[in-house]
C-alpha cells in the first residue's frame, strides 16, 4: 500500500532541471500506472524562440544535446485520442 501512495503522490514531471551541455538528456515520466495506455506528446520552447516537439515513448523523454540557456518543456499526458482527456506539465530546464 505505501508503495502505490508514493507513487500517487510523485510529480509526473520535475518543476526544473539543470543540465550540463554534456550530459545526456533522460526525463522519466513518473505515473502511478506506468502501464496504462495514454498518449504522450511534448513541446520545447527554446530560448532563442525555436520550437521542437515529438512524442513519449515508454514513459520516458530523452533529447539531443540542448544549447545552453533556459528552456521550457511541455508534456501534455491524456487518454489515446488526447481531444477526450488531456493534462499538460512543464518543466523548466537550464542548461550550463
Same mark, same amino acid.
Given at each position: 500500500?505505501?508503495?502505490?501512495?508514493?507513487?500517487?503522490?510523485?510529480?509526473?514531471?520535475?518543476?526544473?532541471?539543470?543540465?550540463?551541455?554534456?550530459?545526456?538528456?533522460?526525463?522519466?515520466?513518473?505515473?502511478?500506472?506506468?502501464?496504462?495506455?495514454?498518449?504522450? /506528446?511534448?513541446?520545447?520552447?527554446?530560448?532563442?524562440?525555436?520550437?521542437?516537439?515529438?512524442? /513519449?515513448?515508454?514513459?520516458?523523454?530523452?533529447?539531443?544535446?540542448?544549447?545552453?540557456?533556459?528552456?521550457?518543456?511541455?508534456?501534455?499526458?491524456?487518454?489515446?485520442?488526447?481531444?477526450?482527456?488531456?493534462?499538460?506539465?512543464?518543466?523548466?530546464?537550464?542548461?550550463?
Amino acid at each position: 500500500m505505501k508503495k502505490i501512495l508514493h507513487a500517487q503522490s510523485r510529480k509526473i514531471l520535475p518543476e526544473s532541471i539543470t543540465l550540463n551541455t554534456w550530459s545526456p538528456i533522460f526525463i522519466p515520466l513518473f505515473f502511478a500506472d506506468p502501464k496504462q495506455k495514454r498518449q504522450i /506528446v511534448w513541446e520545447l520552447h527554446l530560448e532563442n524562440g525555436d520550437k521542437i516537439w515529438g512524442k /513519449v515513448k515508454k514513459n520516458a523523454l530523452s533529447l539531443s544535446k540542448l544549447p545552453i540557456g533556459e528552456h521550457e518543456l511541455f508534456v501534455t499526458v491524456g487518454m489515446p485520442i488526447l481531444s477526450k482527456k488531456y493534462r499538460t506539465y512543464h518543466c523548466h530546464i537550464i542548461v550550463r
